[in-house]
Structures are given as structure tokens and as C-alpha cells.
């Protein structure tokens, strides 16, 4: 037999053999080849960081949010006008020894001073922080907080500050002037704190204060540093789920979820198992991420925080997360899973995806029996 | 003979597999840390490893995050270099961390250092480095926001620390330590006091206060007068959920720096 019969005998069997040698590779890649995919992330974590999306100044707070206390770090100047003004003798102190027990001073500790008007505080010390809080710890509120916006490309850190009474620390880099609408008592713990024009009778770097402030001014108003600020507000109590706005739909640019333990090793800020979904293949099952798990998501678009709340008794953030991911990953120690979806899920759990397999699928059965006829036609 | 150099390179490319893996896996999990330039991000510089990480949040119940002489140069830019200025009482080994007491995101940190001669024993010693490959390329950070601790004896945090109170500045190292700032966080809301001994002799108190979890607090001591030896600061109190709080940090007090 000639080597062109040979030839000519094999050449059926090579293209009875080419789909599948074509089809099995790409079948196989198909189920390697990660898509950027929209996910959607449900959590609960003690710590969300982002950088706002968008092009508009947000707000993430409600309007105007009722706290019990309030904690101000990296401000430049306090202002409030006040018609009584008392300070306590640190050495005085009554401290107390147990949970429950609240630091106090006797009567006799507080000296009144004369204000002036209206009072200037200066953080100017690197170390300045200013404690807001009722003179009655019985108190269920102290005030409103101002609106605070958000410029867009800025980094804002969201932190569950943990305690009896779960308190949200909000990092803000965009400056802001925030006027808040405060009661007529309050207490101010002035740590590093400088009173402007005020002689004070004691020394020490951490002064308590109280204040009667007048009804036609109760305000006080904070100028941030250049660099933004640092808010520990505690909710008012039964309060806490006012806190955000809602609906929230913000913008992000990115998002981070990760703690760092003093060795320096990442862990999870995750306070419950996560789940992730898929909303553009409904048919996918979602996928469980438990507590311990790190979590992260990169090269987003059409990205949104959909909804933020205080869960008090978990002492976390419960966060609803939406957008298309370039990277969608999480590591439990050394194992990372990518949870993109593939080009296999694409065409299986998408109609469209499926029907254009299938058209693909039509199109090539077809011309490969056109191409057959053809060539018996011609022979 | 020829087995070993095979297998140590091949562990060396494992290693390096590895290393990249990790930091692909690091940049994949830390999109607001990778958004700065990878030359800002914590690396080995020669003398130091310095850059930025992630803020760490968890940690050890109290941690002391800074223990500086209270002495302060004003610059409204970066200069060129930072210097720090310690005095080594005994000879114990040495852990010097620069960083942000409060980091706003991605943090500042400097360790590791590898000083250009042995730290010297009973002597002053100074370490600089340039500001330029990281600190100056930080919008949001200025010479105020940088606290530093330098550890004796061991590298990790721990209940009771041994430690060397350290000068930071740019033009003229203090003539004196006049006095000293030590900043610590707690993990938790605490109830927190802070007293300083020389010998069983309390020489200072700060009052009782309520402590914020994460939110950094500064004691400082006005040491004035007060005569060469050791110290000891306690902070003691409790937690919110009734936990008690112990600290202790032992530092060297030396009132002339000349």
C-alpha cells in the first residue's frame, strides 16, 4: 500500500478526532480562565476601610446622629460658648475599681473658672483628644452629630470600637467643620488639650471639665486638622441602628478587610462567616467564607457600599457589598481560593452565554456538514 | 557533592516562588496598601526595612506604642534626614521601631535597623536615616505624627518592658531629658491608671481615665529635677468586661544628654 492511500485512509479518523481535540482543551480552559465578576459580599466585620468612588461629596452617617459620647482625635481648635465653667482637681479623683463603677469627683473637687467667650480649646499637641460625655452617666444622650461628607478618591476606615457599649470609630481625611447640637450639661475630658485665655488651677495634662452651656447657643464646633479627623462616637443608647444613612448605595473605589496582628500576620476582621454571591448568575451557589478567612477584592468597577449597620450585640459592622471584581479572593492560612467565576460558569449558568455555545455549536456542526457535501460534490 | 548545590537552589527558587506568591497574595488582599508606589511599601533598605503596612488593629491588651523624650523641633517640611538619639544603660540587645501612633491607613513603620557600628554600652547612640525614599512621599504625614520605641532585651511587646526612651529630631539632638511621653493603646474600652515609681517611691500619676479601644493615650512625665536611675511605669485598671489591666515599662532616666 502507497504512503498516499495511508495517508488518504487516516485523514477520516484525524477529522473525526479534531472536535474533540480542539474541544477538550478549550472545554478545559474554560474552567480555568477567571472572568472579572460582579460579586456580592453580605459580612459582618469589625473593621471596613474604603476610598469613596464617584465624583460628588457623600455622607455616610444620617444627618444627624444622636450619640451618648463622643471622642475627638486630630482636631485643631473646639469652640463652644458656655455660661458656667468648672474644672476638677485630678487629685481629687474617685476612681473606680470594678466594671459598672464609673470614675468620678466629689463636689468638692470642681472649681469654677471664668470663661471666656466663647471658649477656645487648641489640639495643638500631637497627643490632644477630646472626650465628650453627659456630667450624668445615666444620661441616654448628649447630642446630634453634625452632617459629615465625604470627598470623593478619599480614605475612609470604619472601626467597631469594642466596650460594654459598642462605640464606631470613623477615620476621615477630608477636613471638616462640624457644629454640634448638644444639651445644656456636659462633660469634656481634655487630654493634652489647651484651654485659649483660660487660667487653669490645676496642673496636668488630662483635666476634667464641666459646662452649663447657655439656651441660645448650645453648639459646640470642631475644625478638624488639615489631614481630617478621628470620631469614636458611641450611639445614643437604643439608638444604634440610626447611624448610617439607608438607603446608603456609595460609591467605592476599593475596599480592604484585614487586620493585622502585632507579629504582622493578616487575619480576618470578619465577626461572622460571609457569604458571596453572584448576582448576574443567579443559578451559581453562593459561596460561604467563615470568620477566619481573609477577604479580598481588587480592581473593582461599578462598585457600591449598598448598606452599612451597627449590629451593638455583635460588637460589628454589617456590611452589604456590590461590584465587579478583578480579583476576588480568600485565604484560610496559606490556601488562597479565587471565587471569579469562569468561562465554563459563564456558559452554563448564563442564558445568553448558553444560547451563544449553542448557536457556536450550530454554526460549527453545520459548516463542518456544508464542507463534507462539498467535498463528495466534488469528488 | 553535587546533590546539595542542586537541592539549595532549588529551595532558594521555592523560596522565591514562595516570596512572590505571598506578596501577590498580600497586593491581591490589600487594595488601599497597594494603591502607593511598591517602593513606599515595607521593604529592606540597606540598614533598615522601611515603608508602609497595613494598620494593625488587634494586638496585645495594652501596647505601648511610643516612649520618647518629650522634646519637640518644629519643621513644617520634611528634612532631609531623622535622627534618634538613645541611651543604652546595660548591654542587652537592641529593637528600635519607628511608626504612627495613629495611623490613619496604610502606616509608617522603620525597624530592623542595622547600626553602622555595635550600639555602645553606657554611651549615647545615634542612628539616622533620609526621608526621602518614603517619609517625604507621605502627603498625610508630618514629623509630628511619628512616635518610636526602642525595646531592650526582647523584640516583642510584653507585660513588663524593658525599654530606652528615644530623642527624635532633624537639626539638634535634646541637651537634657527634661521629660518623657509614653503612648499606649489598649484592644479594648479600659479604665486606665498610670503611676510612675523610682524605687517603691511613686514620683507620678496620671488619673484614672476611660480609654477608648484603639485610641491611642499619651502619659507624660515632667522629670525635672528628678535623679539619674531607674524607672518604672505601671498602668493598672480594668477592662470593660471586668478584666484587669497590668503594665509595666522599666526605662533608664538620664537628666544630662550632652
Known amino acids: 500500500m502507497s504512503a498516499t492511500t495511508r495517508r488518504r485512509r487516516s485523514r477520516p479518523l484525524l477529522w473525526l478526532a479534531l472536535p474533540t481535540l480542539v474541544l477538550l482543551p478549550l472545554v478545559w480552559i474554560s474552567t480555568v480562565w477567571h472572568l472579572p465578576t460582579r460579586v456580592q459580599l453580605d459580612l459582618k466585620t469589625a473593621r471596613l476601610a474604603f476610598n469613596l468612588g464617584g465624583e460628588k461629596r457623600r455622607e455616610i452617617l444620617n444627618p444627624s446622629v444622636p ?25 481629687q479623683i474617685v476612681p473606680g475599681t470594678e466594671a459598672g463603677e464609673t470614675l468620678h469627683f466629689p463636689a468638692a473637687a470642681w472649681r469654677e473658672v471664668r470663661p471666656t467667650s466663647p471658649v477656645k480649646l487648641s489640639c495643638r499637641d500631637p ?49 471638616q467643620v462640624l457644629s454640634l447640637a448638644l444639651g445644656r450639661d456636659l462633660e469634656l475630658v481634655a487630654d493634652f488639650i489647651e484651654p485659649v485665655g483660660i487660667a487653669v488651677p490645676f496642673p496636668g495634662n488630662l483635666l476634667t471639665w464641666k459646662a452649663r452651656l447657655p439656651e441660645a447657643r448650645r453648639t459646640l464646633e470642631i475644625t478638624s486638622g488639615e489631614h481630617g479627623l478621628v470620631l469614636i462616637v458611641t450611639p445614643a443608647r437604643g439608638q444604634a441602628t440610626e447611624l448610617f444613612r439607608d438607603p446608603l448605595d456609595l460609591p467605592v473605589a476599593s475596599v480592604e478587610l484585614l487586620e493585622e496582628d502585632l507579629e504582622g500576620k493578616l487575619t480576618s476582621p470578619l465577626r461572622a462567616q460571609a457569604t458571596l454571591s453572584y448576582p448576574d448568575y443567579l443559578g451559581v451557589p453562593a459561596v460561604t467564607i467563615e470568620k477566619d478567612e481573609a477577604v479580598g477584592l481588587g480592581g473593582l468597577s461599578q462598585a457600591r457600599l449598598r448598606s452599612l449597620a451597627l449590629d451593638a450585640e455583635k460588637g460589628a459592622l454589617r456590611a452589604r457589598f456590590d461590584g465587579i471584581a478583578e480579583r476576588a479572593t480568600s485565604r484560610a492560612g496559606e490556601f488562597a481560593s479565587d471565587h471569579r467565576l469562569t468561562l465554563y460558569h459563564a456558559f452554563r449558568y448564563s442564558w445568553r452565554w448558553g444560547l451563544i455555545a449553542v448557536a457556536a455549536v450550530w454554526l460549527f456542526s453545520t459548516t463542518w456538514a456544508v464542507f463534507g457535501v462539498w467535498k463528495k460534490l466534488q469528488e | ?70 522634646y519637640r523641633e518644629t519643621s513644617p517640611t520634611w528634612p532631609q534626614a531623622l535622627h534618634l538619639k538613645f541611651y543604652l544603660p546595660t548591654n542587652e540587645p537592641v529593637f528600635v521601631t519607628v511608626r504612627q501612633p495613629r495611623p490613619k491607613t496604610a502606616h509608617y513603620w522603620l525597624d530592623k535597623i542595622v547600626p553602622p557600628t555595635p550600639w555602645r554600652v553606657r554611651a549615647f547612640n545615634e542612628f539616622s536615616w533620609p526621608t526621602e525614599p518614603v517619609l517625604r512621599q507621605l502627603s498625610s504625614v508630618t514629623p509630628d505624627d511619628l512616635g518610636a520605641v526602642v525595646r531592650l532585651r526582647q523584640e516583642d511587646p510584653s507585660k513588663r518592658e524593658k525599654i530606652a526612651p528615644v530623642a527624635l529630631f532633624h537639626t539638634r539632638p535634646p541637651t537634657a531629658a527634661s521629660g518623657y511621653r509614653l503612648t499606649f493603646k489598649t484592644n479594648g474600652t479600659a479604665y486606665v491608671t498610670g503611676k510612675i515609681y523610682r524605687g517603691d517611691q511613686e514620683v507620678y500619676r496620671r488619673p484614672q481615665n476611660r480609654e477608648r479601644a484603639g485610641s491611642p493615650f499619651t502619659v507624660s512625665w515632667d522629670a525635672k529635677g528628678q535623679p539619674e536611675g531607674e524607672y518604672r511605669l505601671e498602668l493598672s485598671g480594668y477592662f470593660d468586661n471586668n478584666i484587669q489591666l497590668a503594665k509595666e515599662v522599666v526605662f533608664h532616666h538620664r537628666p544630662s544628654w550632652r
Do not use: W
Open chain 1, 67 to 91: 450619640f451618648s459620647s463622643l471622642v475627638i482625635e486630630d482636631c485643631k481648635t473646639v469652640e463652644l460658648t458656655v455660661e458656667k465653667l468648672e474644672v476638677a482637681d485630678p487629685r
Open chain 1, 127 to 175: 497627643a490632644a483628644k477630646l472626650t465628650l460625655k453627659h456630667p450624668d452617666p445615666a444620661a441616654a444622650r448628649l447630642g446630634l452629630l453634625d452632617r459629615i461628607r465625604f470627598e470623593p478618591g478619599s480614605q475612609v476606615i470604619l472601626a467597631i470600637s469594642p466596650g460594654q457599649e459598642s462605640a464606631l470609630s470613623v477615620e476621615i481625611e477630608t477636613p
Open chain 2, 1 to 70: 557533592m553535587r546533590a546539595a548545590p542542586r537541592r539549595s537552589c532549588r529551595l532558594a527558587g521555592s523560596r522565591q516562588f514562595g516570596r512572590t506568591i505571598a506578596i501577590g497574595l498580600l497586593l491581591t488582599a490589600l487594595p488601599l496598601l497597594a494603591q502607593y508606589d511598591p517602593a513606599l511599601q515595607y521593604q529592606n533598605r540597606g540598614d533598615r526595612y522601611e515603608g508602609l503596612k497595613p494598620k494593625p488593629v488587634s494586638g496585645y491588651d495594652v501596647e505601648l506604642l511610643s516612649a520618647l523624650v518629650d
